[in-house]
């Protein structure tokens, strides 16, 4: 069983800041990765995904995620955000060869204050 | 344009109506799955499908039923609302093997009084 840790809830940070969000995973077997933003009454979007090769991964919006093997950990960083990057964070994973769902984290409530 | 849509948006209903909830994807996918997702809360799988006839329950027990007749559409039905079943429900689609990555509808809400 493959299963994903949000680490924070909620994180408010200014404008113009850089911020971090964390996700951690465990299983078994070998993963995809995967992060999707949902903004108020709306579905998910895929921001970025790991599939294979180099770990750092660029995303859309400026966003970029780092996958590390041995801290089973995949967060993602903005350098400087934007107050239409407030919305919630989804970290997801997958196995590899096997046509399995996509296991979901908590959630990370990103605030960009003014 | 390749997409994903669910019908209704938003959905207001009495306790124990039947009630149906669209989904239509256009990108040729065979996987489909449904997403149930409290305010603030996490996404749990109730239902998915691999294909046309396949239907398979998911990680959380719901009391909806889905059907896959066609590829395309994936509805989902509840028999009789109740308050409990307060909620929104997002579908999503995927090809079968690979990566696995997940286009999402746009979600409906649905709320039961």
């Known amino acids: 069983a493959q299963s994903v840790t949000q680490l924070d809830s909620q994180v408010p940070v200014f404008e113009e800041a850089p911020v971090e969000l964390r996700c951690n995973y465990s299983?078994?077997?070998?993963?995809?990765l995967f992060w999707y933003v949902q903004y108020p009454n709306q579905g998910l979007q895929l921001l970025l995904k790991?599939?294979?090769?180099?770990?750092l991964v660029k995303g859309i919006n400026g966003f970029e995620a780092e996958f590390n093997k041995s801290q089973t950990s995949f967060h993602l960083r903005k350098p400087s955000v934007h107050i239409s990057d407030t919305a919630e964070y989804f970290c997801?994973?997958?196995?590899?060869?096997?046509?399995?769902?996509?296991?979901f984290g908590s959630g990370t409530q990103l605030t960009v204050l003014p | 344009e390749a997409d994903i849509y669910q019908t209704p948006r938003y959905l207001v209903i009495g306790t124990g109506k039947k009630i149906t909830l669209e989904c239509s994807q256009t990108?040729?996918?065979?996987?489909m799955y449904w997403y149930q997702q409290d305010p603030g809360m996490e996404l749990h799988l109730i239902h998915y499908?691999?294909?046309?006839?396949?239907?398979e329950k998911g990680d959380l027990s719901s009391e909806s039923t889905v059907s896959r007749i066609r590829t395309e559409h994936f509805p989902l039905t509840l028999e009789s609302a109740r308050p409990s079943h307060t909620s929104q429900y997002l579908c999503?689609?995927?090809?079968?093997?690979?990566?696995?990555?997940?286009?999402f509808g746009q979600g409906t809400r649905l709320t039961v009084v």
């Open positions: 999503a689609s995927s090809v079968l093997t690979g990566s696995t990555e997940a286009f």
């Open positions: 299983s078994s077997v070998s993963v995809y």
């Open positions: 790991y599939l294979s090769g180099s770990t």
């Open positions: 997801a994973v997958s196995d590899r060869g096997s046509a399995r769902q996509l296991t």
């Open positions: 990108m040729g996918h065979d996987k």
């Open positions: 499908s691999y294909g046309v006839n396949s239907t």
